[in-house]
């Protein structure tokens, strides 16, 4: 009953016999072997146009590096207040711009609002030489409280972001279940809604390692690479990543396994549903639940092993917010998640509230 994250669970055997099967013989450094070769085009087809493809070990060197591909030392950064790079990156967005300033935008449900946007994007005018400069705009999908943009949602905010000259990083750590949860294309969910660049994550939906930062326009990549060695993100035994992101996009392997963990979390959250005094604040849309649980439903469940986060109050709002005697908390599933083991978990909980 292991729901903390979905970076708490192994990799996918098919990944993990890929690194195993890349082991044999030599291949240049770098990046210059056959799989980073064959990643780079594998990832161009996915997304239906000519890609500049850069692999890296984390998420947080994807986004870090991708911003500052577009972000100049005195320039702004927008994003969700909750966002990955706002509260978990320790200043690495920062630190790669060689100082840009992050601006958060706040919103329900772990979204920006068109408004939110409009009314940033006014505080921040350009040429104003006091402040910091309009670069970029980051948007997360799925989001930190495990909800969508829609495709019109992402292509709303990339129009007024470029009608600002704001370039549109989106920070994809789970893009693989959002694609599996919204049944549209990669290209659609990105380059065709105006985003820019895309950190693709791997890691979290069944690879050891391995995050790619795709470029749409190739002419706007022209420095990564300098930028990702100085970084120090250039991989020298690359082609390990690399066999991992070949694996993990092979025959429909990533959303197979994308699938699997949204799935397991529409069970836990069926069943969650149904269990006197739990209440889910919103709807889970990929593979994260957040539900308000009874404590002696939290008590009992500790009890018996199970592991998620205590999220405290983020993102309850008006009548949804915590009374006494409740706990809110995350529950992740992952493509390694058993169904029997999210069955156990309804059953300790609907048995604690229920005698
Ligand atoms: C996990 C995650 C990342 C990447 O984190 P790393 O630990 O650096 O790999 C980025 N963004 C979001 C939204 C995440 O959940």
Request: proline content about 4%; hydrophobic content about 45%.
């Amino acid at each position: 009953m292991f729901f903390a994250s979905d970076n708490a669970s192994g990799a996918s055997p098919k990944i993990f016999n890929a690194i195993i099967a890349a082991n044999d013989g030599y291949a240049l450094p770098y990046g210059a072997d056959d799989w980073s070769k064959a990643a780079e085009v594998r990832v161009s087809e996915l997304f239906e146009r000519d890609c500049a493809v850069f692999l890296v070990p984390t998420g947080t060197a994807a986004n870090a590096l991708a911003l500052a591909a577009f972000t100049p030392a005195y320039g702004a950064i927008f994003c969700h207040d909750d966002a990955h790079i706002m509260d978990d990156e320790c200043g690495a967005p920062e630190f790669f711009s060689a100082g840009a300033k992050l601006v958060g935008i706040p919103g329900s449900l772990g979204k920006i609002t068109e408004a939110g946007l409009a009314a940033t994007l006014a505080a921040y005018p350009r040429g104003l030489v006091k402040q910091v400069q309009p670069a970029a705009l980051s948007l997360s999908q799925a989001t930190e409280s495990g909800t969508l943009y829609s495709v019109a949602e992402i292509a709303a905010f990339s129009e007024m972001a470029h009608r600002h000259d704001v370039a549109v990083h989106m920070d994809g750590a789970r893009f693989a279940n959002a694609i599996a949860s919204l049944d549209v294309s990669p290209a659609q969910l990105t380059w065709k809604a105006g985003v820019d660049v895309l950190s693709l994550g791997g890691t979290k939906n069944g690879a050891i390692m391995c995050e790619a930062v795709v470029f749409f326009d190739r002419d706007r990549a022209a420095d990564f690479l300098y930028l990702r060695k100085r970084g120090g993100h250039t991989v020298s035994k690359g082609r390990f990543i690399a066999a991992q992101m070949l694996a993990w996009l092979d025959d429909g392997h990533w959303l197979e396994l994308a699938r699997h963990a949204n799935e397991q979390a529409q069970r836990l959250a069926s069943g969650l549903r149904i269990i006197s005094g739990v209440r889910l604040p919103w709807q889970p849309q990929i593979n994260e639940v957040f539900a308000v649980l009874p404590s002696a439903a939290d008590k009992a469940l500790k009890a018996a092993g199970a592991r998620y986060y205590d999220w405290g109050g983020r993102g309850l709002e008006g009548d949804g917010r915590l009374k006494p005697g409740e706990v809110f908390v995350r529950m992740v599933t992952s493509f390694a998640t058993r169904p029997e083991d999210v069955e156990r978990f309804l059953d300790v909980a609907g048995k604690a509230v229920n005698g």
